[in-house]
């Protein structure tokens, strides 16, 4: 006779033997793969000489491989919003080139942003974030949606706390900081690292640029258009674009009332300064990937790249705190806008087109590790 059947404490005793195994043995198998998948060590950013070399890396945020990685588990991790549903990558979507194709975003209570997403591109080199600049770098920016009761909604404690929770997320936060000590302040680096590394740099411009790709007449003439002012008392043609969007990375950090209104609604980083000067005034974004991007502007008002071509060929607002960039820029004598022909049009969105990176969007090393984990699990 099986005395086991017969003795209810020794049945319990073994089921808790059994259950105390199975932990251990996912407590190890969570450390041997911490252990033996994840790279350690300085993280390599790569991208072109022309892009210059004015990065921002703060020096008690170092960028590793393990930080990288531990960063991009955080910015498509669920746990971190109220509900358990957003994450960073909801807003900010690899094939939307990391926006998410909407004017404004929903955020854990349903209530929209105020103002568009905007596209994470090449945030080595950007110092200020936010249409209205008023983060100065990444770590400081990650906070904001985070927090925001109306983007993420939960507080860096709460999100600290479910963390340890885990079974991998402690072991990954000691590969990176040296405990498993989770904090704010440590989730918010880790983030901060993984978008340093997206960097967009293989478009058909780009490869134009190192001499790889040449142009169709088209997109010639739209790079032409691009760079060049208008002087029509010269009988030079241009679309006027290099002021703000020059130089490789078509991005250069300013902020500019770029004529959407003549009496804005959302007064821009006059809410900042409090200066007059100001209003209306926003963040000029990078163009990279711009036919990815829609729909266009702080607000999101334009859906398509013709509609934004069309505004600023013909449709600026005047106001005080326009910019002095556009101010009496025209291809016709004594004109208030560009007025640029349909063709120049046609040829300028060609140049847009260009700047789309498909390595980009398509880089697995950017992309969901949930999503893999899943499917690996699945199989």
């Not at 993420?152 to 990176?176: D, E, H, I, R, W």
Request: proline share 6%; glycine share 8%.
């Amino acid at each position: 006779m099986n005395q086991s059947k017969h003795d209810p404490l020794l049945n319990r005793l073994k089921k808790s033997r059994v259950m105390f195994l199975l932990l251990i043995f996912i407590i190890i198998s969570g450390w041997c793969y911490i252990d033996g998948g994840i790279e350690t060590g300085p993280y390599n950013l790569v991208y072109p000489s022309n892009f210059g070399n004015r990065i921002q890396i703060p020096a008690d945020n170092p960028t590793t491989k393990q930080g990288v990685y531990l960063g991009r588990m955080l910015f498509y991790e669920t746990r971190l919003s109220a509900n358990n549903t957003i994450s960073c990558g909801s807003c900010h979507q690899q094939d939307k080139a990391f926006t998410d194709g909407r004017a404004f975003s929903p955020g854990v209570d349903a209530v929209l942003t105020p103002r568009n997403s905007m596209s994470l591109v090449n945030l080595l080199w950007a110092r200020k974030f936010f249409w209205d600049g008023r983060a100065n770098g990444l770590e400081e920016q990650a906070v904001t949606p985070l927090t925001s009761p109306h983007e993420m909604g939960q507080a860096l404690t709460v999100s600290a706390q479910k963390l340890t929770q885990t079974v991998n997320y402690p072991a990954l936060f000691k590969l990176v900081y040296g405990d498993d000590q989770i904090t704010g302040d440590r989730i918010v680096k880790a983030i901060s690292q993984f978008e340093r590394t997206l960097i967009s740099a293989n478009s058909r411009y780009d490869q134009y640029l190192r001499g790889a790709y040449q142009p169709t007449p088209d997109e010639l003439k739209g790079i032409e258009l691009f760079n060049t002012a208008p002087q029509p008392e010269k009988g030079i043609r241009g679309a006027n674009c290099s002021h703000c969007h020059g130089g490789p990375k078509t991005y250069m950090e300013l902020f500019h009332n770029n004529g959407l209104d003549s009496l804005p609604k959302d007064a821009g980083i006059e809410t900042l300064t409090g200066l007059p000067a100001d209003r209306g005034r926003f963040k000029v974004p990078t163009l990279r990937n711009i036919a990815l991007t829609t729909p266009y502007m702080h607000d999101g008002r334009f859906k398509t790249l013709e509609e934004v071509v069309d505004h600023y060929s013909e449709h600026l607002q005047q106001s005080a705190s326009l910019s002095s960039f556009l101010r009496g820029e025209s291809n016709e004598a004594g004109g208030k806008s560009l007025k640029l022909l349909s063709m120049e049009k046609k040829q300028l969105i060609a140049f847009l087109n260009m700047l789309t990176d498909s390595t980009f969007i398509t880089n697995p090393s950017f992309s969901d590790p949930h999503l893999i984990s899943t499917k690996n699990k699945k199989h």
